[in-house]
T-cell receptor
Framework: GESVGLHLPTLSVQEGDNSIINCAYS??????FIWYKQESGKGPQFIID?????DKRQGQRVTVLLNKTVKHLSLQIAATQPGDSAVYFC??????????FGGGTRLMVKP | DTEVTQTPKHLVMGMTNKKSLKCEQH?????MYWYKQKAKKPPELMFV???????INESVPSRFSPECPNSSLLNLHLHALQPEDSALYLC???????????????FGAGTRLSVL
């Protein structure tokens, strides 16, 4: 079936370094993708989104890259801070506006 | 901060109890959602309400009963739950549901449910 998945379950980075979180998707018809951040004890928080007619979108310290050829999505966080420690989910938004979440990657920031 | 409010934050119930989870949003959103999230897993969609009508039920057992009293409120009534139903229950809302329009879902902090 169709699925959205992540390559790495845990990513540990040094404070100040850049982080890259990857996600693979299999539904080539998907036209919209979202990254969510979930901190302990909280619900998922919207970070950034991208439509399939784009290959890059930048926010504040975050960049999402979309490679439709290989069905790959990545989230880049610049100058990672302790407050970035969380679980990050990519999600695929289909025509029914149903979110299909990837498995999640835990980002741990070392001081 | 999230503008989707869920109560209670924590709930412990026995298998014979009846309880309700509540969700409220004042963003004028017309679509509301219930998700279930087990530890170290992504959220799984349970129900979608669009314009106060149930539009999607992801084959959820009948011991979970959703209700949308008005466009700002969403309830999840619980009855005769099993220990495996213990999870974080998340509510979300978005401007609309359906179609290809960009529709960010905003989540509440969730209710941590334990079934004994």
């Amino acid at each position: 079936g169709e699925s959205v998945g992540l390559h790495l379950p845990t990513l540990s980075v040094q404070e100040g370094d850049n982080s890259i979180i990857n996600c693979a998707y299999s539904n080539s018809a998907s036209d919209y993708f979202i990254w969510y951040k979930q901190e302990s004890g909280k619900g998922p928080q919207f970070i950034i989104d991208i439509r399939s007619n784009m290959d890059k979108r930048q926010g504040q310290r975050v960049t999402v890259l979309l490679n439709k050829t290989v069905k790959h999505l990545s989230l880049q966080i610049a100058a990672t801070q302790p407050g970035d420690s969380a679980v990050y989910f990519c999600a695929e938004n289909n025509a029914g506006n149903m979110l299909t979440f990837g498995g999640g990657t835990r980002l741990m920031v070392k001081p | 901060d999230t503008e989707v409010t869920q109560t209670p934050k924590h709930l412990v119930m026995g298998m014979t109890n009846k309880k309700s989870l509540k969700c409220e949003q004042h963003m004028g959103h017309r679509a509301m959602y219930w998700y279930k999230q087990k530890a170290k897993k992504p959220p799984e969609l349970m129900f979608v309400y669009s314009y106060e009508k149930l539009s999607i039920n992801e084959s959820v057992p009948s011991r979970f009963s959703p209700e949308c009293p008005n466009s700002s409120l969403l309830n999840l009534h619980l009855h005769a739950l099993q220990p495996e139903d213990s999870a974080l229950y998340l509510c979300a809302s978005s401007q609309e549901a359906g179609g290809l329009a960009k529709n960010i879902q905003y989540f509440g902090a969730g209710t941590r449910l334990s079934v004994l």
